[in-house]
């Protein structure tokens, strides 16, 4: 369940974020404590009127929506939280709930855990420059009323990357931050973004990430490989040629310099689909040379098998989110398989295939 506790990110201005994209308004919004407390309110008494069974599947999902359709993304949301997390953990929505303070945000949990008694996991995301404010003390407050994780986007370790990304922060700022969040008992999850620093500063992006990653030995690092969307900040300085944007065989290397440079006890791993190398996953420092082996395989391979792996591996990724490859995929699929492998063309056209599929993936 997602308990928004406000609208749009405060900060809002990162280079390759495509939020604003999706809105015609994306202004930031606080929300008040009452509104917080009347959706959770009318969120159980939604779930009480229509799931009270324990046999709650897509057919009891539909028949309830047919009884309510104008509630439909309400009672979807309810129904499958029920199916498929057994009604038990919560999220606190909204770019970064740390901006509230400590009783408000305790009120909200404890209302929460009140309604749903069956929720004994509560996550939410957060702003390492925020985090970096708060102090340990409020982090506590805060595990002791039910919040277990925070996620954070680190992006990069660089200052010279996060400068020119315009996120909002430095590599202090999340080594404070993140520090604040485990000493408050708190479970840490990083987000990073190979091949955010380009070509300028791949190794640094790479070496640094590393160090600040080692100085906080977070539970868990995410990789989120960089997709330069139409339109945002990082789209105009990439045709400018402010920014130059890295191949899929750098971005690989970049991603084994890191992995190399890690040396703290830590979760790894590749779960997006705009990674890859799915391979890159286990606990480090122990699984370090099976992630560098399954690394070095893939740059072993021919310019040719790679862009062969490539396409495969965004076909695999494409199907898994969608279900299906769309028409359009298809037709491209079916005209590259009818012509000769031998043109020097084919692989030309192979690579146009992945861009394409890589620009509808869900990151």
Known sequence: MAINTHFYCPHGKCAFCPSKLFDSTPKFQRRTLDE??????????????????????????????????SLSDCILHLGYWHAYSNASTAFLGGANPLLYRKEFLKTVMTHLKKKFPSIN???SY?????????????????HEAGLDRIHVGLESGSNNVLKFMNKGTTSEFHVTGGKNIKDGEISLC?????????????EE????????????????VRLRTLEIFPATPLYLKLKSGEFHELTEEEVIKEER???????????ITSDSAA?????????????????LNAIDNYLDLSPKEKIEFSLKRRLEAYESQYGSLSEEIQKKIKRLANSLKDDKKYYDR?????KFIRKRLIP
């Not at 009318?42 to 009884?67: C, G, P, T, V, Y």
């Not at 310099?257 to 979760?267: A, D, G, M």
């Not at 990674?275 to 099976?290: A, Q, S, V, Y």
Request: glycine share 6%.
């Open 350 to 354: 192979m690579k146009k295939i992945v």
């Open 36 to 69: 917080i407390i009347k959706d959770i309110d009318n969120a159980a008494l939604l779930d009480q009127m229509l799931f009270k069974s324990n046999e709650i599947n897509d057919i009891s999902i539909m028949r309830a929506i047919s009884r309510f359709p």
């Open 190 to 202: 990083t987000y990073i973004m190979p091949g955010l620093g380009g070509k300028k500063w791949t």
């Open 121 to 123: 996991r509560i996550t």
């Open 257 to 267: 310099l890191l992995v190399e440079h890690i040396e703290c006890n830590t979760t």
């Open 275 to 291: 990674n890859l190398l799915l391979e890159i996953w286990g606990d480090l420092p122990k699984d370090k040379d099976k992630i």
């Open 126 to 142: 957060g702003r390492t420059r925020t985090a970096a404010k708060k102090g340990s003390s409020f982090f506590k407050v805060l």
């Open 205 to 220: 992006h790479a070496i640094e990430t590393a160090r600040v990653i080692n100085e906080i030995e977070p539970k868990y």
